[in-house]
Nanobody
């Protein structure tokens, strides 16, 4: 099994920045991709960003392009999500996911952006 621990959430004002981190442990040998989803109040969980552990290629939801940046450390099996110019609509619980043929989820970290 793969275990994920997220950190870095918090309460910020619109326009501020936050950096989320997600560290994977356990059976991580076959993890080929890691990413972030989020679930806002009353909404379904939605894709935010993902990055290939192999070649570092990253993909983003249109709503965060140009504001969020995902990066990874191959050896430590860790990913970060740098979130800039945050908006109230970014308020959500952010979940890390690691993929090895199955999806493994973290417990989530709350991000609240006040206007």
């Amino acid at each position: 099994q793969v275990q994920l621990v997220e950190s870095g959430g918090g309460l910020v004002q619109a326009g501020d920045s936050l950096r989320l981190s997600c560290a994977a442990s356990g059976r991580t040998t076959h993890v080929y991709e890691m990413g972030w989803f989020r679930q806002g109040p009353g909404n379904e969980r939605e894709f935010v960003a993902r990055i290939s552990r192999i070649d570092g290629r990253a993909y983003y939801a249109d709503s965060v392009k140009g504001r969020f940046s995902i990066s990874r450390d191959i050896a430590k099996v860790t990913v970060w999500l740098q979130m800039n110019t945050l908006k109230p609509d970014d308020t959500a619980v952010y979940y890390c996911v690691a993929r090895d043929g199955s999806d493994h989820w973290g417990q989530g970290t709350q991000v609240t952006v006040s206007s």
